[in-house]
C-alpha cells in the first residue's frame, strides 16, 4: 500500500515481503517488555524491515532479475537492495506500524476469545 503511495505501482513480491515485515515487527514488539522506549522499538523495526528487504530483493531482483526496485543511486546503499535513507524511513514508519499491529492483534485476539 506505502508503495503505490509513493511510486504509483507495486508488484506482488512485495505484498509478501510486507506482510512478512509487519509480522515481524509485531511478534518482535509483543514480546518485549513493557515500558521498552519508542526509539528502542523503531530501531528493532527499522532493523527488521532492512534485513527482510534485503533479503526479498537478493530474491526478486539479484536472482530472478524482475528489477522490482534499485538502491544503488544512493548513497550508503549495499547492493543496490537497501539504503541508508530507507532505513530511516522504516524506523519512523516502525511506529505507525506498530500501533496498527497492536490494535489488529487485540482486535482478532477479542473477537476469536484467545488469552494470552
Given at each position: 500500500m506505502l508503495e503505490i503511495l509513493w511510486r504509483g505501482f507495486?508488484?506482488?513480491?512485495?505484498?509478501?515481503?510486507?506482510?512478512?515485515?509487519?509480522?515481524?515487527v509485531d511478534d518482535v514488539n509483543r514480546r518485549l517488555k513493557k515500558g521498552?522506549?519508542?526509539?528502542?522499538?523503531?530501531?528493532?523495526?527499522?532493523?527488521?524491515?532492512?534485513?527482510?528487504?534485503?533479503?526479498?530483493?537478493?530474491?526478486?531482483?539479484?536472482?530472478?532479475?524482475?528489477?522490482?526496485?534499485?538502491?544503488?543511486r544512493f548513497y550508503f546503499n549495499f547492493m543496490g537492495q537497501v539504503c541508508l535513507l530507507y532505513t530511516v524511513i522504516w524506523f519512523f514508519l516502525s511506529a505507525p506500524l506498530i500501533w496498527l499491529a497492536a490494535k489488529i492483534r487485540t482486535g482478532v485476539e477479542q473477537l476469536f476469545h484467545i488469552k494470552r
Open positions: 507495486s508488484h506482488w513480491s512485495m505484498f509478501l515481503a510486507g506482510g512478512a515485515c509487519f509480522w515481524a521498552t522506549p519508542i526509539w528502542v522499538r523503531c530501531s528493532i523495526g527499522a532493523a527488521i524491515i532492512t534485513v527482510l528487504e534485503f533479503v526479498a530483493g537478493c530474491i526478486v531482483n539479484l536472482w530472478a532479475h524482475w528489477n522490482v526496485w534499485d538502491y544503488s
